[in-house]
């Protein structure tokens, strides 16, 4: 059914994160998305969470790749500079859905939920995510992953259903794809969508974290 589903991303028993020894670090995940932390407890096994609180702001004018790099880099940013997170790495992440270049956000309220639902279905959006890592010695990597998705042609009636969970309330774009029902065709990252690219996520840690962790 989709395309590039997510699929574990090392050997059973054997976290890439743990194989370089980066368990030695304590990781924080400046996000309070439920769906972010049990995603990213596939890499790592213990970190602490500090949502960052901050207003988010961006300027919608610039490609969507780029508004979530700077929102993931402002939540790291924000959580990186508080006390109690000194001496720690610091993980923020933002996702944006685009339907023909414009960005969706979280729909205010159930008629703007119903307005995006209605213009994405039956047609193809992209889904992006911003991954930002803060090392405690302030260096930092910001990427972005993009995955294409491809709705059902969806009746108003399973629309104002789905509404009617409430599900849509705090989601970029107003759907979760791993609610069901919603989505015939993915092409990319299927975690990308619900909030965290594993297999970014995953190369981020390997690749750049790892010089700081090996010399601890």
Known sequence: MYENCRMPLFPKGRSGILANGKEKMDWILASASPRRKELLRELLPSFGVIPAR???????????????????????????????????????????????????????????????????????????TGVCVILPDGKRSVRAARTEVEF?????????????????????????????????????SYTNVVGLPLELCGEMLENFAAPLSEKR
């Open 54 to 128: 901050g207003e988010e702001y961006a300027d919608l004018s610039l490609p969507p790749e780029e508004v979530v790099k700077r929102l993931a880099a402002h939540k790291a940013e924000e959580v990186a500079l508080l006390p109690e997170a000194r001496g720690k790495a610091v993980l923020g992440a933002d996702t944006v859905v685009a339907l023909g270049g414009k960005i969706l956000g979280k729909p205010k309220d159930e008629a703007e939920a119903l307005c995006m639902l209605k213009a994405l279905s039956g047609r193809v959006h992209e889904v992006f």
């Open 152 to 188: 059902e042609t969806l009746s108003d009636e399973k629309l104002e259903a789905y509404i009617a969970t409430g599900s849509p309330m705090n989601k970029a774009g107003g759907y979760g794809i791993q609610d069901g029902g919603l989505v015939k065709r993915i092409s990319g």
